[in-house]
């Protein structure tokens, strides 16, 4: 396996979209093209399916070290109203491209830190942007929950208009680890909040734990997988941290490579967590997530509905993913649109009646297909290109790019099939690089992604 990892820990892409964000063909997008995939995309689905919002509430009060997040660092809470009016109004302009009530199936709040809100605030924000909305039957909403700030006023405000799955950043107990991240909180905390969602009747809790951080060991890992089996959220994220220092802003600077597990330490500290875990009862969902059986995730992956987009792993699909908020990406299948960064501009545009996006990429019919054969991937652990929906022109030549890989142990074909093994689920990301034609049309001048080990 020693020698695998060398010879596969190379710079690549997570594939939360495909085409990933650095080959979007920027030059022949606009915002009218945009519209009219919305409008698409909405006629489509929405009765059938509902549609999918991702609020983008970028405040935190301090700096992690270890988050490429878009953020604004402020202890000021008097921009949560001003924030929130702005996502309304966002809301109203992508309602008037909609030619009946939108039905919500799925919500998730990301950030930043959307506990940095008050509960009050939150609720007001939810129910603004259901006066012309509907809940689907089977809608999941979820967002996620600081432990240094969540109350259980926050927890029980949520749970009111609708809330039941929230996700908790722990990343490691370790105090060490937790200084160099600037992300220092207690067992106690994440103890606290874990229990205050059960008994409020949260029926989905999540911690994150990352691996691979500034100082951490294998034995600061299972020392956090132990402590969080004492608590045993509904399903986990344990996944690789991504050191992208060069990126603006991330605040990955306050380390150096040399304080960084090796890719060999880092591929340890996951399979010997992983291997905790499965004795806990986790089972390991798609790339770098667990959950527990009772859980809607493990159950979406054994129906075959698992589905990966920008907020990651969910537990079914919509067509139409609209993002709200500055730097939110929205996708509506047929194409992907990310909003301006900047606070200000993104109130400015807003403000005067402009859908504040700032690049984006229409999917061409080769780019849609290549998409589905890496959500298969990423969902499934496998993919059929038999029948004309699923071959693309170049399908020979990435085949061929896969012969090394089949040859490594890491995957199965067949003429018409592809099947990733149980050796092969560490690599995950470089099969999907296989049919990435975008990534071997161009390769990047800069180095653009993390280590996919």
């Not at 996700?167 to 909040?193: C, L």
């Not at 995730?297 to 509905?305: A, D, E, P, V």
């Not at 400015?348 to 061409?364: K, Y």
């Not at 029948?387 to 990435?398: C, I, S, T």
Request: net charge negative; hydrophobic share 35%; proline share 4%.
């Amino acid at each position: 396996m020693c020698n695998l990892i060398q010879k596969y820990n190379i710079p690549g892409p997570r594939y939360t979209s495909y085409p990933t964000v650095p080959f979007w063909d920027i030059h022949s997008f606009s915002g009218k093209k945009w519209e009219a995939t919305v409008k698409k995309s909405f006629s489509e689905s929405n009765a059938k399916e509902g549609i999918s919002l991702y609020i983008h509430l970028p405040f935190c009060e301090s700096m992690c070290t270890f988050c490429g997040c878009h953020k604004r660092i402020t202890k000021r809470h008097d921009v949560e109203i001003p924030y929130i009016r702005t996502l309304l109004k966002e809301w109203s302009l992508y309602l008037e491209l909609f030619d009946e009530r939108p039905i919500i199936k799925e919500l998730h709040l990301g950030g930043g830190t959307p506990t940095f809100f008050s509960p009050e605030n939150l609720q007001m924000l939810i129910n603004g942007l259901f006066r012309r909305a509907d809940r689907a039957e089977d809608y999941e909403f979820s967002f996620e929950g600081h432990p240094n700030n969540t109350t259980k006023e926050h927890l029980q405000a949520l749970y009111d208009v609708g809330f039941r799955r929230v996700s908790y950043g722990v990343q490691d107990y370790n105090e060490t680890v937790q200084k160099a991240i600037h992300r220092v909180q207690s067992f106690e905390n994440v103890k606290n909040v874990t229990d205050w969602a059960r008994e409020i009747g949260y029926t989905s809790i999540s911690h994150d734990i990352i691996f691979g951080l500034p100082h951490q060991t294998l034995e600061h890992v299972l020392e956090t997988i132990e402590k969080t089996q004492s608590l045993m959220p509904d399903r986990l994220a344990f996944y690789s941290y991504a050191h992208v220092p060069w990126l603006k802003g991330n605040g990955q600077r306050g380390y150096k490579d040399s304080d960084l597990p090796s890719a060999e330490e880092k591929r340890a500290q996951y399979e010997s967590g992983k291997m905790e875990l499965a004795k806990a009862g986790y089972t390991e969902i798609g790339m770098d997530h667990f959950a527990l059986e009772t859980d809607g995730l493990y159950q979406s992956m054994q129906n075959g509905k698992l589905h990966r987009n920008f907020m990651g792993y969910t537990a079914s699909k919509t067509q139409l993913m609209v993002g709200l908020g500055a730097s939110s990406i929205s996708d509506s299948w047929y194409g992907f649109a990310q909003n301006v960064k900047s606070l200000e501009e993104y109130q400015h545009l807003v403000e005067h009646n402009i859908i504040p996006i700032f690049r984006g990429h229409i999917l061409t019919d080769e780019d849609i297909v290549i998409r589905k054969h890496i959500l298969n991937l990423m969902c499934q652990l496998e993919t059929l290109w038999f029948g004309e929906p699923m071959q693309f022109k170049a399908l020979p030549v990435v085949l061929e790019r896969l012969r090394e890989m089949k040859d490594d142990g890491l995957l199965e074909m067949t003429p018409y099939q592809l099947r990733i093994t149980q050796k092969g689920r560490p690599f995950v990301r470089n099969i999907c690089m296989a049919f990435d034609l975008k990534l071997h049309e161009k390769t990047p001048e800069t180095r653009l992604f993390s280590m996919t080990i």
